[in-house]
Structures are given as structure tokens and as C-alpha cells.
């Protein structure tokens, strides 16, 4: 029998083994061709079956699971047992998300409510519950609601204010958790993270060090909980400080700028070492070292290395012993990287049954696991959870977490590298429409916000499959300045807004037309925050290459970035970072005004749809009044919307549905044929 026939019997089995998820272990058929593409629900709904964790011993199964209509309920179920898994928690306002296991008997899990209308809605923590697994119990832990920046310290037991954040499971076995206090200083800027010890089932917390240094804002910990490693920032500055566990004492390992930081802290093992992501340092080869505490000097060899793209890690990091099991990265797409000799051939085992896929295992116990649990995906397949008997080489299909999407009906997704204009090397991704593109097609360019962050990565997204299956090839370039491509290409962004940062915009799309995909007379460009600035400088600096923008929370003048004192960037940010990565508001304000998109609507000839939040505090909807205001003063008013309720994106899924449905109505106006 094969692994994929074992899949399929599983599947036909599941309602009788775990009939709490009947309803969600369906996998979709394959579409008849010429079906009408899935409607904007399929793929902006929340996911049916948003996440599963295995619990410490791999016996049981917590799962976040949604059914039509409903919130985001708790699921457990024994999976030695053949009873119904159990609804541990559900809420009639919020949904349940971000769960962990405690323990086998414990767990913790935040809420969220998209549903809310209130102003103050997108300003409310994510809390902390407890409950026990068979539902008992239920603890609030952490609260939502912040008291007008205003927090006052809890007493015994009551619950925490929302300055609060989870930040580890404690020692395995005990009800034991870390939580970071955030600190603010007179101006509400955040200016430490003070972590304390908190019972999970009764509230009790206790502090967890006396002598901690001043102004640390991430910590390190050890698996039994004890902290090790601390990162404080100041004034433009980092200071990384290990504890000596014999003393207690915090000493300074070493110091460098916030903005050539030559590595990180990735996390500490049961030995007390510290591993670091080590920065690119121009070979274009980032990797995961070992760095002396003693020495501050860092190991001759990485333990891992990956050429081309930056040392994104994590750890998987045995909870009992602190034994390192292996590791997370991310090259092109997630992958894993097994240290555990038994993991190393499950691994293998469950690539040759899910080919043509991700597949990201969890292993509880990971010595000699008795389970797995998988979560399976690609560029085409949203993700669908398995479990896997390994002593008895069964599998149990859990669910797809999208089960209205076929993935015969998605676009293929392409990582490409291609040379720039001025030679430089830049990355990108191209989605092509289901069936491919023979004859050229119309195309949009989706360009990613930050904009220093990663804008894509090998998976279903929604936005672009979206806009793939309405017939349009999608480019997403990875500009310089993004990250995720090594320390040269992050830095080349530096103060290129407008500039070389655009033409990486442009030599995407062109690379695209000359390979034969795209229409040049048929394209669109697309884009939120910083990728709305992009769009609105694409159509003003290239204005016989695109069709039409949609700009949606967009910074139409990286000035105001600086001015607004209201906005939620840091006074250090605007102080340390923001002149070397933007541009001084001063000593460049020539550069910043020419690269403006408010002093540049004259230019613009194409249509354009301007969407704001109107309670946006990253990107205040005065940016985008102005820009309306210039763009009718040069004769061509934009298509104008604004979500009251929303602020730096949509939140509420009829915003996000009604946002998507305007964008596909205003490109399939100007992109017909």
C-alpha cells in the first residue's frame, strides 16, 4: 500500500477518530476546467483550521478550528482515546488564538475580536487565558484592555494589565510561565521589558531576577526558564549582557549600533551556550554560529550556513534536557534542519508521502516521537494538518485549513534573481495565472510594505493567488532594502526611496514583459504602506507603464514621517534610524520633497484608488487627504475610500472582503483588453 493510499484511508476514517473536526477533513476536489475562479471569501475568511499543537507527551491534540459563521474555538482531543474531542474554550465575541501547551493537563492561549466595532478595538492587547484541557478552570491571565496608557501593578492573583506579553513556557512539567512587563517612558515610548515568573493555573507571580541591567528590551532563556541572555537598547545602541549563573551577575559581552548589528541572539541550550544569527558580512553566506560568553568571540565555522539569503533561524530545543533538536530557516521557503538522528528519517519519510510540498514537522516527545504532527503546504495548497503514527505508520488527515480553495485552480509561484540596471542583484517572485502564461497577460505589481522586511516567501498567499486566478500575472519584487536577501542587499535600500529603490520595481516588471508573460500595455501596480508610496512613484516616475494604482494606508510624503507627533514611530526611531535609512528631514530635505508623491500628482496620468484607515497612527490618513487633494488639483481625482473603524490595514472581515472586491472591479476596469 502506498503512503498516499494510507492518506486517503485516514481521511475516510477521521470522523470516527476525532469527530470534533468532522466538517474539515474534506481536501478539495479537483475543479472541472473553465470554472469561474473561487469568490473573494475563499480566500480572505478566516482559515477553518488555523492551528494544531501536539501537547509535551503527544497525546493530545489542541487545535484552533472555525466553522461558517462561528469564532475560533478550542479543540482538544485524547488521541489514545476514541471519544469526541472536547470545545475547551469558545466565546461568543472573541476568537481563540496563539495556543500553547503548558503542560499535558494545561494550556494558554490569547483572544482577539475582529468583529469589534469600537474605536478602541484595534488598540486592545491579545490578553492571556488559561484552561485546563478538559475545559476546567478557564483563567484570565493577562488583560486586553489598556486604561489610557495608564497601567497600575496587579495584586496576588488578579489579572495582569495588557502591558503584558507572553514571552515563554516555563520549566517542562510545571504550571510555570515568563511574561514581559513592557516599560514606558515619559514621552509612551517603550523603554524596557521586565520579565516575571506567573503561575498559569493560579495567577500567582513572583519575580524572576532583582538585578536586571537598565534599558533591556529582549531576553534569552534557558528551557528551565532561567534568563541568560538580555539585549538592551539605547540611544542608538545595543548592549548585549549574559548572566553567570554562579554569581547572578549580568556582564557586558559586547555593543555595536542599532543599524550594524554583526549578529543576534537565535537561543541558549542545555548547556548554557549561546547560538547567534551571524549578519552577512558581504560574502553573501549568513549562518548560525556558536559565540563564546567568555571571549565575545564568535566560532571559526557555522553550524549552519545559507548562501544568498539572511540567517532566519529557530531552535527546536528539547524541553526536559535543553538538547538541541534541530532547526527552522528560511531560504526561498521554510525548511527544516534535524539534528535528532530519528528525526532526520522521519523527515525524510514524510517528504516522499507529501512530495511537490513544505512539510514542517512537530514532534512531541522528539527522542523517540510517537507522533507527528505535519502541516503540509505549497505555492498552490494553503496548508492541511496530518498526523503521524509512527509506530504504526498510519496517518489521520486533520483538515485543510481552506477547504474552498482547489489547488488546481491556483497560480504557479516562481523565485527568480535577476540583475538590476545598475547590476545588482535582485530577487523576486512571479505568480503566473492557472494554465500559465503561453501568450502575454495582463499583470499587477504587488509590492510589499516595510519596507524593510521580507515581502514573500514559497506559500499560498492569499492576495496573490487572489489576484492570479483573476487572470493576472503577479510580480513581487524584493527591492534593495528588504530583508531576507543578505546584509548588501537590506543596506542598498538605505535612503533610495523613490530612487534605486523604485528602478528595482521597474527591472521586475521588465524582466517579466521580456520573458514573454506580460502585456506592457496591460499592467497595474498595487500596493500598501510603503508599497502604496511605491505605487504612487511608480505612476509619477514611469507614467506610461502603468494602467492604473491602488495605494491602500500609503506614505504619500516620507516627511510627515518625521512630523507627525502623533504617530506611533518612536521618538528614538525618528532620532537614530530614520535619518540613516529615509533621509534627514534637514539635511536632505530637497531629496525627500523630489521623492514626495504629494509634490509629484502633476505627473500621474493614470487612475488611482486611495483606500485609509481612518484611525491609522503608522500612517496618519493626512497623508492620503493630501494626496487626494493634489491629484484633483491636477485634474485627475482618485477613487477614494475610507474605513472608519480600521487603522494600518483591515482587521474586520467585511473590510477586508469589501476592500478586495473594490480592487478586483476598479483593475478589471482598466485592465480589459
Known amino acids: 500500500m502506498t503512503s498516499k493510499s494510507r492518506l486517503r484511508l485516514a481521511a475516510a476514517c477521521l470522523a470516527i477518530s476525532l469527530p470534533a473536526f468532522n466538517g474539515l477533513a474534506q481536501t478539495a476536489g479537483r475543479s472541472p476546467p473553465n470554472l469561474k475562479p473561487p469568490p ?115 495584586q496576588g492573583t488578579a489579572p495582569l494589565e495588557a502591558n503584558h506579553d507572553l514571552l515563554a513556557i ?107 544569527t551571524q549578519t552577512d558580512d558581504g560574502t553573501g553566506v549568513s549562518g548560525i554560529r556558536l559565540l563564546d560568553t567568555a571571549t565575545g568571540r564568535l566560532a571559526a565555522q557555522p553550524m549552519v550556513s545559507v548562501p544568498g539569503f539572511d540567517s532566519n533561524f529557530g531552535a527546536v530545543i528539547d524541553r526536559d534536557t535543553g538538547q538541541l533538536l534541530g532547526l527552522n530557516l528560511l531560504t526561498d521557503g521554510r525548511t527544516q534542519v534535524w539534528l535528532a538522528t530519528a528525526m532526520k528519517a522521519l523527515q525524510v519519510k514524510v517528504d516522499a508521502a507529501l512530495p511537490g510540498r513544505i512539510n514542517l514537522l512537530s514532534c512531541r516527545p522528539c527522542d523517540k516521537p510517537r507522533r507527528l504532527l505535519v502541516r503540509s503546504y505549497s505555492d498552490r495548497q494553503p496548508g492541511e494538518y496530518l498526523l503521524y503514527d509512527v509506530g504504526a505508520d498510519r496517518w489521520q488527515r486533520l483538515g485543510v485549513q481552506r477547504p474552498a480553495i482547489d489547488p488546481g485552480q491556483m497560480g504557479r509561484m516562481d523565485f527568480h534573481r535577476i540583475k538590476a540596471r545598475d547590476g545588482a542583484e535582485l530577487p523576486l517572485w512571479v505568480t503566473l495565472p492557472p494554465g500559465g502564461a503561453a501568450q502575454p497577460k495582463p499583470a499587477v505589481v504587488l509590492v510589499h510594505g516595510g519596507p524593510w522586511t521580507r515581502g514573500a516567501e514559497w506559500a499560498w498567499d492569499a492576495e496573490s493567488q487572489y489576484l492570479a486566478t483573476r487572470g493576472y500575472v503577479v510580480i513581487q519584487p524584493e527591492f534593495r532594502g528588504s530583508t531576507g536577501y543578505g546584509r548588501a542587499h537590506y543596506r542598498a535600500g538605505w535612503q533610495q526611496w523613490g530612487q534605486a529603490m523604485q528602478d528595482d520595481v521597474t527591472d521586475a516588471l521588465r524582466f517579466a514583459v521580456q520573458k514573454g508573460w506580460v502585456d506592457p500595455q496591460r499592467v497595474c501596480i498595487v500596493g500598501a504602506s510603503y508599497g502604496g508610496y511605491a505605487t504612487l512613484m511608480g505612476l509619477a516616475k514611469d507614467p506610461d507603464q502603468y494602467r492604473c494604482g491602488v495605494a491602500w494606508v500609503g506614505v504619500t510624503d516620507p516627511r510627515l514621517m518625521f512630523s507627525i507627533h502623533w504617530s506611533d514611530i518612536g521618538r528614538e526611531s525618528k532620532q537614530h534610524t530614520m535619518p540613516q535609512m529615509i533621509g534627514d528631514p534637514v539635511k536632505d530635505a530637497e531629496r525627500l520633497k523630489a521623492n514626495a508623491p504629494v509634490e509629484l500628482a502633476a505627473k500621474i496620468k493614470a487612475p488611482v484608488m486611495l483606500v485609509y484607515g481612518a484611525l491609522d497612527m503608522r500612517v496618519p490618513i493626512e497623508h492620503g487627504e493630501r494626496m487626494r487633494e493634489v491629484l484633483r488639483q491636477a485634474g485627475n481625482p482618485p477613487e477614494w475610500h475610507v474605513y472608519g473603524d480600521e487603522g494600518h490595514g483591515w482587521r474586520r472581515p467585511e473590510n477586508i472582503l469589501d476592500f478586495w472586491r473594490r480592487v478586483d472591479t476598479f483593475l478589471s476596469r482598466h485592465l480589459k483588453p
Not at 111 to 125: P, T, W
Not at 200 to 221: E, I, Y
Not at 262 to 271: E, L, Q, S
Open 170 to 276: 516555563g520549566k517542562a512539567g510545571s504550571d510555570e510561565l515568563i511574561v514581559g512587563e513592557r516599560m514606558y517612558d515619559n514621552n509612551r515610548d517603550f523603554s524596557a521589558l521586565r520579565p516575571i515568573k506567573l503561575d498559569a493555573r493560579t495567577g500567582q507571580r513572583s519575580s524572576l531576577l532583582d538585578n536586571a541591567p537598565a534599558d533591556v528590551k529582549a531576553w534569552w532563556f534557558d528551557h528551565q526558564g532561567t534568563p541568560r541572555a538580555a539585549m538592551a537598547s539605547k540611544n542608538g545602541q545595543y548592549t548585549l549582557y549574559w548572566q553567570d549563573l554562579v554569581d547572578k551577575r549580568w556582564r557586558e559581552i559586547a555593543r555595536f549600533p542599532w543599524l550594524d548589528a554583526p549578529y543576534w541572539p537565535a537561543f541558549v541550550d542545555g548547556g548554557g551556550q549561546l547560538y547567534v
Open 40 to 154: 473573494v471569501e475563499a480566500f480572505f475568511q478566516p482559515a477553518r483550521l488555523q492551528d494544531a499543537a501536539l501537547s509535551p507527551s503527544g497525546r493530545w491534540l489542541a487545535a484552533q478550528v472555525v466553522r461558517p459563521g462561528e469564532r475560533a474555538v478550542l479543540v482538544v482531543s485524547d488521541l489514545d482515546d476514541k471519544e469526541p474531542a472536547k470545545v475547551v474554550a469558545a466565546f461568543s465575541k472573541h476568537d481563540v488564538q496563539g495556543v500553547r501547551w503548558v503542560n499535558d493537563d494545561l494550556l494558554v492561549f490569547e483572544v482577539d475580536d475582529n468583529l469589534d466595532r469600537s474605536r478602541e478595538a484595534i488598540y486592545k492587547g491579545a490578553g492571556l487565558m488559561s484552561v485546563q484541557r478538559d475545559g476546567e478552570q478557564l483563567r484570565l491571565l493577562i488583560k486586553r484592555e489598556w486604561k489610557n496608557g495608564m497601567f497600575f501593578a496587579a
